[in-house]
């Protein structure tokens, strides 16, 4: 069985886009592979976050992950900053990771134009961190987006160099995770390619329904079509691609010969999105409002997955530190 590790970041609401895109994946990886999904909020401090926010923030990310359908049951769901391990680890794979390839990382160049008052040694490190939670359960997987793909490569650099330098062969070289199918892109309503909470353009999982229904009747339509059976325009495309994803056959369709008649009307087209969006994400909102009504099922979650977190990683810093040379008295 592959193992499999991918953490979350510990900010923002989960939106459509999220919710069909990585985590529909998740919750398919967890059926056959060891899974460790953690929030990552060891890496929300190279922001420096109020400390007020910290917490409701991994709580609120871990509702909506449990929400959706992560599962305790079936995969370790762990906070990073309660398994001690992983810092002892990015000590260690950072005497070993050079300046050089550190300040290259486009990640770090983009933060450091982004935030040029706080360019510190842990914006600067994140990509040895993000090794260190990957490599203490010698993950053979990593489900990643484009952005994060460089982060891998280091890793599987780091990896290599540490079995290099001990001369063991001890760290895998984790890949991204693919199990074959693509991942669904979900569309911004701006007519732009992605909803991206940057783009300010996403319809969240938390959103009530009043709210779902304002978005979509708010999103960028065109004229309408002019001839029949015209290629759309992307702003049309994109909306018929989230109806998909949440709509019938039969509704899509519906709306698809509409277009082609050149009988459409948006305002329709948009009644109905907005409904079949809300009925579809109306399961994780009353599961949302279940969980917060039983902190408990936090707290279990959390609780076991810090064990088996734990565990795993252990035993990894336990072979580390021999094969480093590390010794009791
Ligand atoms: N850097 C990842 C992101 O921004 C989050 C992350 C941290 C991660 N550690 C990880 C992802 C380990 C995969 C594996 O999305």
């Known amino acids: 069985m592959n193992t499999v590790v991918s953490g979350i970041r510990s900010t923002g609401n989960l939106h459509l886009g999220n919710y069909y895109g990585a985590l529909k994946n998740f919750i398919r990886m967890q059926e056959n592979n060891r899974c ?41 769901i762990y906070i990073q900053s309660d398994v001690p391990e992983v810092v002892e680890l990015y000590l260690m794979l950072n005497m070993h990771a050079y300046l050089g390839e ?7 160049k983009d933060k450091a134009r982004k935030q040029p008052e706080n360019v510190n040694a842990g ?28 982060h891998l490569e280091m890793t599987r650099n ?4 540490f079995n290099n330098f001990y001369k063991v062969e001890y760290f895998k070289e984790p890949m991204a995770y693919n199990d074959g199918t693509e991942p669904i892109k979900i569309p ?15 319809i969240y999982l938390a959103d009530d329904a009043k709210t779902i229904e304002k978005k979509v009747k708010k999103a960028l339509t065109d004229q309408g079509p002019t001839e029949m059976n015209s290629p759309k325009p992307d702003c049309i495309e994109n909306l018929f691609t989230i109806m998909k994803v949440v ?28 409904a079949d969006i809300i009925a ?17 099922i936090l707290h279990k979650a959390v609780t076991r997955g810090k064990e088996l977190a734990r565990e795993s990683a252990s035993k990894t ?13």
């Not at 007519?191 to 783009?199: L, N």
């Open 36 to 76: 460790f999904f953690f929030i990552a909020d060891y890496h929300s401090l190279t922001t420096h976050p109020d400390p007020t926010i910290l917490y409701p923030n991994v709580k609120s990310v871990l509702t909506e992950y449990l929400a959706c359908g992560l599962d305790p049951e079936k995969s370790a």
């Open 102 to 108: 550190l300040t290259k990382t486009v990640s770090f």
């Open 123 to 150: 914006l600067l490190t994140y990509p040895t961190l993000m090794a260190a939670d990957i490599l203490i359960h010698n993950a053979d997987q990593v489900p990643v987006g484009k952005d994060q793909l460089q």
């Open 158 to 161: 780091f990896a290599k160099r």
């Open 188 to 202: 911004g309503l701006d007519g732009s390619g992605k909803m991206g909470k940057s783009e300010g353009n996403c």
């Open 247 to 274: 709509s019938t056959p039969d509704t899509v369709q519906y709306f698809d010969e509409k277009w082609n008649t050149c009988e459409i009307r948006y305002g329709d087209l948009k009644k109905q999105l907005a």
């Open 280 to 296: 579809a994400t109306e399961p994780i909102r009353e599961q949302i409002a279940y969980i917060d009504a039983h902190p408990e």
């Open 317 to 329: 810093i336990k072979e580390v530190r021999e094969i480093m040379g590390f010794r009791n008295f």
